[in-house]
Structure formats: structure tokens, C-alpha cells
């Protein structure tokens, strides 16, 4: 009885030492810790879509001194649909991470697969199924489900624009395989995301079939032009969509300034309130972003939609 005693105790420090080890190694690994206030509470690679695909993992970070149901906020990394992480455009926005939990926010970064994975629509797929996981889960982690708002970057800004214009639409396609989209989007922050596949062709397109789009596509857009107006979020705009804040860097070399202006446009016509923010003399990404006067309209933007009645 000693001996067995003795044995499962070894077993249980081994078992023990290697959750203090899982846990620590998830610390290590969650490059971007350092820059979230102190005593953030980190849940980490959390698995959503109930597989191994490591694309399908998610973060989420609480405030130390969280009371009650907080909103949530629900980071969308970009990287052209085929590059980066859930850790991704948070290195060049360390402010405004530290300032989404220091105002009383919990915030969740999502991973999805990339379009050298599977093309479109893969990608929304996986958003759907992150949010509709994070939805369910709420009472868990202790944010309050029916306050939501998505922040996207570049590619992520459009997957964040276009979950949350089509959600009313009701696209199948969009789904994930159990179809439920039981949550619902309270506001949007775009940063520089495509809007219109269709109305960013330029000549020299018709010769680079590699695009990005093109790649996320499964094909060009001047050769499926159904397949880019499907992918695009303005496709999906009507007069029951939520608030959007649009930031766009005005030399941006990836995504035209126009984008973000047409968005605009298109929301403003559905009588869909927005706010569209130009950034003088700033490129694609990067610290610009960060400023004190935008993270103040970010912040500002949050509060006014996530904690109104």
C-alpha cells in the first residue's frame, strides 16, 4: 500500500509539474503579455471550432480587476489572409491593447486559417464559429455575451466588416458546419480593411493572377467577378447594421484610401451611423495608428456602443 502510495504521488507531482510547465510555456509563447496591463488574466489557445487545427485557437484577456459582465472586444489580425497570427498588429498598437483593458474591456484575439489553407470562405467561416464559441462561453470567462464589438486590421478589418454586415443576411456560406450565429455585433472598428474586391482592380491586375485576393479568391476578380462582390463587405450593407469606426492610413499602399471611403459612403446611404477617420501621411500599419488621438476616438467609440443600455 506504501509502495502505490509513493508511486501515484510521483505521478501526481509529474502531472502536476507539467501543467505548472504548460502553463508557464502558454505565458512564454503569448509574445505580446508584456505590453497588456499588469495582472492581465490570460486564457490562452483556446480551441473553438472543437478540432487540433491550430488555426482554429483563441485568446482571451481579462482585466485584473474585472467586476461583472464587461464587454467584449474582439481582435481580427490581419496579414493578407495568408500571413501572421492572433498576436498579429498588436506590436505596433501597444497603447491602445493596454487602454481596451484599462477602460474595463476584455479582449479576444482569434486565429483562422489561411487562404493557402483553404480559400475563401474559410476564412469567415472561422470568425463566425470564434464568435459564436466566445457567445456561448461568456458566463466561463465572465464577459457579457450580448455586448460584442470586433476591431479588424487590414485583412482582419475585412473579415470583422463582413461578419458583421452579413450577419443579418443570413449567408449559409458563411457558416460554420453547426450554422448557429446565436451573437450579435454591437459595433465595429475597421482599420484599413478592403470593402470592394471589384472596385480595387487596377490595369496592371489583369497580369498578376497571385494577388492576394486572387489567392484567397481561388481565382482572379476580373475573372469571378461573383466570387469578389460575395467576398466584399459593401455587398452586405443594409440599414439594421451595427456603428462602424473606419481608421485608414492616407498613403496606404495596400489598401487604397478609397476603400475606406467608399465603406463610408455605402453605410452612410444605408443610414448606417459611422465615423471615418483619414490619418494624415500614414501608411498601411504602424505606430501612427497608436497615436493619442485615435486611440482616444477607439476608446471613445467602444464606450459610447458597448456600454450604453
Keep these: 500500500m506504501k509502495r502505490y502510495f509513493l508511486l501515484n504521488r510521483a505521478v ?112 469567415i467561416q472561422d470568425c463566425n464559429q470564434a464568435v459564436e464559441y466566445l457567445y456561448q462561453h461568456a458566463s466561463k470567462y465572465g464577459y457579457n455575451r450580448n455586448k460584442i464589438a470586433l476591431i479588424g486590421f487590414s485583412a482582419g478589418g475585412h473579415l470583422a466588416s463582413l461578419l ?65 462582390k460575395f467576398a466584399s463587405p459593401a455587398t452586405y450593407i443594409d440599414k439594421n447594421d451595427p456603428p462602424f469606426l473606419i481608421i485608414q492610413g492616407e498613403k496606404d499602399e495596400s489598401v487604397p484610401a478609397a476603400q475606406s471611403k467608399l465603406l463610408s459612403s455605402w453605410l452612410t446611404l444605408a443610414k448606417v451611423q459611422n465615423e471615418l477617420i483619414i490619418v494624415k501621411n500614414a501608411p498601411h500599419y504602424g505606430e501612427m495608428f497608436d497615436e493619442t488621438a485615435i486611440r482616444e476616438k477607439v476608446i471613445t467609440f467602444l464606450k459610447t456602443t458597448l456600454t450604453k443600455p
Excluded at 510555456?25 to 499588469?38: E, K
Excluded at 443576411?169 to 471589384?198: E, Q, R, W
Aim: net charge neutral; hydrophobic share 45%.
Design 12 to 123: 501526481l507531482s509529474t502531472l502536476f509539474l507539467f501543467f505548472v510547465g504548460s502553463v508557464a510555456l502558454a505565458q512564454v509563447t503569448n509574445r505580446v503579455m508584456p505590453f497588456f496591463p499588469a495582472g492581465t488574466k490570460l486564457y490562452a489557445n483556446i480551441p473553438y471550432a472543437n478540432d487540433t487545427l491550430k488555426k482554429h485557437l483563441l485568446d482571451i484577456y481579462m482585466p485584473a480587476d474585472a467586476k461583472g459582465d464587461i464587454p467584449l472586444v474582439i481582435w481580427v489580425h490581419g496579414g493578407a489572409w495568408m500571413l501572421n497570427d492572433k498576436y498579429a498588429d498588436m506590436s505596433y498598437m501597444k497603447k491602445t491593447i493596454s487602454a481596451i483593458l484599462n477602460n474595463g474591456f476584455a479582449l479576444a484575439s482569434i486565429d483562422y486559417r489561411y487562404s493557402t489553407q483553404a480559400i475563401f470562405p474559410a476564412q
Design 164 to 228: 458583421a454586415l452579413s450577419h443579418n443576411n443570413k449567408v449559409g456560406a458563411f457558416l460554420s458546419p453547426s450554422g448557429k450565429t446565436s451573437f450579435h455585433i454591437t459595433s465595429v472598428v475597421d482599420f484599413y480593411g478592403p470593402a470592394d474586391f471589384l472596385a480595387t482592380l487596377k490595369p496592371e491586375d489583369e497580369n498578376a493572377p497571385k494577388s492576394s485576393v486572387s489567392i484567397l479568391l481561388g481565382a482572379s476578380p476580373l475573372e469571378r467577378p461573383d466570387l469578389a
